[in-house]
């Protein structure tokens, strides 16, 4: 069985799972003809709504390191292969922005993710971005394990 995506959203966001989730989805879409592969960083604004009251440049900050984190990436894609890469750095809840403004705004059929980002106190506390994204998604959705997240769990 052979699957075609057309539209494939990957989650950036510099950890080792993002790295491994985005490796396969170079994968992927370099074996569905014509895919484009959209790169998305979500910067979650209400990580740093304190702090930007007094260091207004934090937003700056985050939207130039995640330009550079995708372009980097962007470029590592088409040395692998991908014909058609998109970049995206949106602002909000990444739980909501990839699952429901990207998916519809780009018209998604499949996200792919790293396993988890986060340690495991934050996964305690507010649950992982992935597991969200299995949860409530309208299209096919891939996590991506690395040996790493296995041998932490263990």
Do not use: W
Not at 5 to 29: Q, R
Not at 73 to 82: I, L, P, Q, S, T
Not at 88 to 113: Q, S
Not at 126 to 142: F, H, K, M, P
């Amino acid at each position: 069985m052979t699957l075609n995506y057309s539209n494939i959203i990957i989650a950036i966001d510099g950890s080792p799972g993002a790295k491994a989730a985005f490796k396969k989805a170079v994968e992927v879409a370099k074996s569905s003809e014509g895919a484009t592969l959209h790169l998305a960083s979500i910067i979650d604004t209400r990580s740093y709504a304190a702090v930007e009251a007094y260091d207004r440049t934090i937003a700056e900050r985050a939207q130039k390191h995640a330009e550079d984190l995708l372009n980097e990436y962007a470029e590592e894609a088409k040395k692998a292969g991908a014909t058609n890469v998109e970049i995206h750095v949106e602002y909000g809840n990444p739980k909501t922005m990839i699952t429901r403004n990207l998916t519809n705004k780009l018209n998604a059929d499949l996200i792919v993710a790293g396993a988890t980002g986060l340690n495991r106190v934050e996964r305690f506390l507010i649950g992982s971005v992935s597991e969200n994204i299995v949860r409530s998604a309208q299209c096919d959705v891939l996590i991506v394990r690395t040996h790493e997240e296995e041998t932490e769990e263990a």
